[in-house]
């Protein structure tokens, strides 16, 4: 592949991740466009960026998510790459056959990669075919109700109810025995076909108290390394909600096998770019399942950046002008420990309501290994309209109960006003028993959350 | 008789439908009991139902569905 040097580049979001791939390509002597909705127009990826383009009305729909408007910005401003950060167009393959066709370079792998990985199910019968792992069920898609009840009797209740155009824990249902299985899964499929215009349905054997560890890989096409795990087990509604860097719950034996699971799996596809691979642990036997891969950077990639000393944007920049991979396998070392907390414009004393406005006034926490990827500063604007992260915390140290004490410490400095946030959702839980002793699973958080009653005490979340 | 507004608890858009293929869950002359469900809020991609506080005929919506709404902004009249 021959080089194709990036000279201006055009950052297709907006909040954090906004801000962070313009730190990153800026570091790289990059020209830095970022599109803004109508809300966004005095954003901090607004104020870091070289130049910025109004795109559209607030509603994502008429925004980040206008494919035709967001090309033509690439071809009336001379762009030469696009980076899609996570969510809103990352994922969408028609998205990035439209920058493929529009002769501009997409940060991200192919859009025969993305819509390879984005059907579930597809996504399922390529590890199988690499011989990673798969948790047991359809083996394809199953059109009648008789199927899907043959193949969860296979795998043994309870199972999950999958769509295969969803994915993220979209869409995703438990059936306990076949009665439920019959009334659940006309409901998925409805649902499914209305969310993403695709009714496919699969089932998987469901593993109760599992963990959820993912590898981050990077690949430029020819060949594939690992960055090591991360578990991000705490998670609400299947949405993260705390990370950390590596799985300390891993032996060696069993990171070296999931590593290289990920590897051959992303090998398997000739994979080019920044990607992860998602796997659930069950630590009673030891044995890991493939869950699905994301063609796109993650929300939680600074943990696995802490720890691995490399910046994943730049990297990805990199890779996308057609360089081979800068590093060797040897060459990627975890040293100490780091995690994450997502700060949410959301009441935790009131089952997390939305809570957007005028952050009036912001104080970051500081200090050795802290970092906070964030688009807040004092008066900004956190408009309703989009995801309600508005920054991540992230921590670094050399074990993971220093690390525990530099955040509860930076959690303590993290001061927002005029807005909810998350913040005593993760002063509680870096406080907490099971927390602070890693015993944890994907469903722990809801049951610890029931566990407490509704309270308005702040000491008490 | 008077005449009553039901506020928007939240910032966001405010539909009148359950989904676009849906019927409203009100329409102009339709009888509203208190705890009906008027309309949704979606705020940071999380959907909340508006429910009336109040009970009577629906007089007029004072939003239109898919418009922007500000906390505590009328969004139908009621006649009690």
């Known amino acids: ?461 | 008789m008077t005449t009553k507004t039901v506020l928007s608890p939240l910032p966001g858009i405010f539909y009148r439908k359950p989904t676009p293929d849906d019927l409203p869950y009100k329409d102009e002359g339709n009888p509203c009991e208190a705890g009906d469900v008027i309309g949704l809020v979606e705020v940071m991609k999380s959907f909340h139902e508006v429910k009336s506080d109040v009970a009577g005929t629906v007089v007029r919506f004072l939003v239109n569905d898919e418009e922007a709404v500000v906390a505590g902004q009328p969004l139908m009249e009621v006649e009690e």
């Not at chain 1, 167009?89 to 002769?103: C, R, T």
């Not at chain 1, 979209?170 to 306990?176: C, L």
């Not at chain 1, 006003?417 to 406080?431: D, Y």
């Open chain 1, 1 to 461: 592949m021959q080089k194709n040097k990036i000279n201006r580049l055009l950052v297709a979001n907006r909040g954090e991740i906004a801000c962070r791939i313009i730190r990153s390509a800026s570091e790289m002597g990059i020209e830095t466009t970022v599109i803004y909705s109508q809300c966004d127009n005095d954003s901090l990826a607004v104020r870091l960026a070289d130049n910025a383009v109004e795109i559209g009305p607030s509603p994502a729909s008429k925004s980040y998510l206008d494919i035709q408007a967001i090309v033509n910005v690439a071809l009336d401003n001379d762009i030469d790459a696009i980076h899609p950060g996570y969510g809103f167009l990352a994922e969408n393959a028609q998205f990035a056959q439209a920058v493929e066709d529009a002769g501009k370079l997409f940060i991200g792998p192919s859009s025969r990669t993305i819509r390879l990985m984005g059907d579930k199910l597809a996504a399922r019968e390529i590890a199988r075919e690499a011989g990673v792992p798969i948790a047991e069920g359809s083996q394809s898609r199953l059109d009648s109700l008789e199927e899907m009840c043959t193949t969860a009797k296979e795998a043994g209740y309870p199972v999950l109810i999958k769509a295969s155009a969803g994915g993220g824990g979209r869409g995703i249902r438990v059936a306990n025995n076949q009665e439920e299985l019959k009334c659940l899964a006309p409901q998925a499929r409805a649902e499914a076909q209305a969310a993403f215009g695709d009714g496919t349905l699969f089932v998987e054997k469901y593993i109760p108290q599992a963990r959820h560890v993912e590898v981050q890989i990077l690949g430029d096409g020819n060949r594939v390394i690992h960055c090591y795990e991360r578990e991000c087990s705490l998670q609400r509604r299947r949405q993260k909600v705390w990370e950390e860097a590596p799985a300390l719950i891993l032996t060696d034996e069993i990171r070296e096998k999931i590593c290289a699971s990920a590897v051959t799996l992303a090998g398997h596809v000739n994979y080019r770019g920044a990607g992860t691979v998602e796997f659930l642990y069950d630590e009673g036997t030891e044995e890991f399942y493939f869950l699905e891969m994301n063609t796109r950077i993650q929300v939680e990639h600074p943990v696995t950046e802490m720890v691995c000393g490399l910046d994943l944007i730049r990297e990805m920049i990199w890779i996308a002008q057609g360089n081979p991979l800068r590093l060797e396998q040897g060459e990627i070392r975890i040293h100490g420990h780091a995690i994450e907390c997502r700060i949410n414009a959301e009441n935790p004393h009131r089952d997390f309501m939305p809570s957007p406005g005028i952050a009036e006034s912001v104080t970051f926490p500081a200090g050795p290994g802290i970092r906070f990827d964030t688009m807040l500063f004092s008066g900004c604007n956190i408009p309703p309209y989009y995801d309600s992260m508005i920054g991540k915390l992230v921590v670094w140290d050399d074990s993971r109960e220093a690390a525990l004490a530099r955040l509860r410490r930076a959690l303590s400095e993290l001061a927002v006003e005029g807005i909810h946030t998350t913040k005593s959702l993760h002063q509680a839980l870096a406080e907490d028993d099971d927390v602070v002793a890693l015993n944890i699973h994907t469903g722990f958080l809801e049951q610890w959350l029931r566990q407490r009653p509704v309270t308005t005490d702040r000491h008490i979340m």
